[in-house]
């Protein structure tokens, strides 16, 4: 039996808020796992930045992952993969929480956080694409850009969950026991709450355009190979547009609070704060920008936020510099019309039979060479450069999404 559209928005909401969080957190107390896990000589900037290199890890597994989970999706179904995904990520979360540091196991630490990282990236890599493609086919066409844009909201709000915990963490504990041991909390909590997620999602119902391919014995044996034979510019299309929303979200939301404590020397609990607003903005605009988009049209909404990223990045970040706060604020909202409004369109680049593979391909590949070397790229030009390189960053990545946008086939949800 299909899942009615308000209960289907709300699970894939809910899910996303503890399901991203999970995956986040890491950087969020990116300080704290470079001192648990790496030699003290390494020196407190090297061993933030090794712990930014382990989180990329995740994001360049999510494609492997990704397209794994995809052809399970497109053979088997995709509410299968939109309720299994999630326990793999709540026991890869308990696994990193509860791992020794490396005072205590030497270099093991390190190399079984890589190895956690990499199977928590597998599982995500698969549960955003299934839950994208399962959600917007519940919706259809008049819809699709409001609830993935709730459905988005909810994955960003994971983010300002994270940046709420370690605020909370670090108000009670201190610093000094926050760094010690106190972030392992975190973990433990987005644990749970992953289990959580797992019963309410394991008996939502099949989207009624999978069952219709199945009915017809339209199932494709090899979604992927179809994919790239008949489909190479929807995927060039997907990932160039994918490729804006990663980097917005690896260098103005999750690497923010340490870009503004490193490079703009403000302290960890504003910058902390600062971005906890960012993401929160984010989630709010995101619903009106897919609202929006359903309205007068997805590639208005994109072409518009785009062209107004490219202008602004270079004086905004500048700005950053002198007032901190509101530039960042403000860049997050302009990239945040942008992402609440692609993320319907994402899902009518591909036809039905190789929908998930289309979106797993075009994001985790995204997630994997641009938001997983974000926060680490991102640190780097700006200690080189200055505010100007990441806004340098940042513009040609829009201008890649006003290539996507222009490319992009016109398609129908079924």
């Known amino acids: 039996m299909a899942t009615p559209l308000w209960r289907a928005t709300a699970i894939s909401a809910l899910g996303g808020v503890f399901e991203f969080y999970d995956f986040v957190i890491f950087a969020v107390f990116a300080p704290h796992i470079g001192k648990a896990f790496f030699p003290a000589s390494a020196g407190e900037s090297t061993a933030t930045l090794k712990a930014f290199a382990v989180f990329a890890v995740g994001y360049l597994a999510r494609p ?149 391919l199945r009915a017809n014995s339209e199932i494709e044996r090899f979604p992927l190979r179809r994919l790239l034979r008949e489909s190479p510019r929807a995927v060039v299309a997907g990932f160039l547009m994918c490729s804006v929303h990663a980097w917005v979200v690896a260098a103005l939301f999750l690497a923010l609070p340490t870009f503004l404590v490193q490079i703009c020397k403000i302290e960890v609990h504003r910058a902390d704060g600062i971005a906890l607003i960012s993401a929160s903005c984010g989630s709010a605009i995101y619903i009106f920008s897919g609202w929006l988009a359903d309205r007068i049209g997805a590639r208005r909404v994109c072409g518009f936020a785009l062209c107004t990223l490219i202008l602004f990045a270079l004086p905004a970040y500048h700005l950053i510099e002198v007032h901190g706060a509101l530039p960042a604020i403000a860049l997050g909202a302009i990239a945040s019309v942008f992402i609440g409004g692609y993320l319907g369109l994402l899902p009518r680049l591909f036809p039905a039979e190789v929908r998930v593979s289309g979106l797993a391909t075009s994001y985790d590949c995204a997630a994997a060479l641009v938001g997983g070397s974000g926060p680490f790229v991102m640190l780097l030009v700006a200690d080189k450069w200055g505010s100007t390189g990441p806004a340098v960053v940042l513009a040609l990545f829009a201008i890649g999404g006003l290539v996507g946008v222009a490319l992009a086939p016109k398609r129908s949800v079924e």
């Open 64 to 212: 492997i992952g990704g397209i794994l989970w995809a052809h399970i999706a497109d053979r088997r179904g995709r509410a299968y993969v939109f309720s299994h995904t999630v326990l793999g990520m709540a026991a890869t979360t308990l696994l990193i929480g509860l791992l020794p540091g490396y005072a205590t196991i030497g270099i093991a630490a390190p190399i079984l956080l890589v190895i956690f990282r990499l199977m928590q990236g597998m599982a995500l890599g698969g549960e955003i694409p299934a839950s994208l493609c399962w959600l917007s086919e519940h919706a259809g066409t008049r819809h699709a850009g409001l609830v993935t844009a709730i459905l988005l909201a909810g994955v960003n709000s994971g983010m300002a969950l994270g940046q709420g915990v370690a605020l909370i963490i670090e108000s009670i504990f201190g610093t000094e026991q926050a760094l010690a041991w106190a972030w392992r909390l975190a973990f433990g909590f987005g644990s749970c709450v992953g289990v959580m997620a797992y019963f309410v999602r394991r008996h939502v119902g099949e989207t009624t355009t999978f069952e219709t």
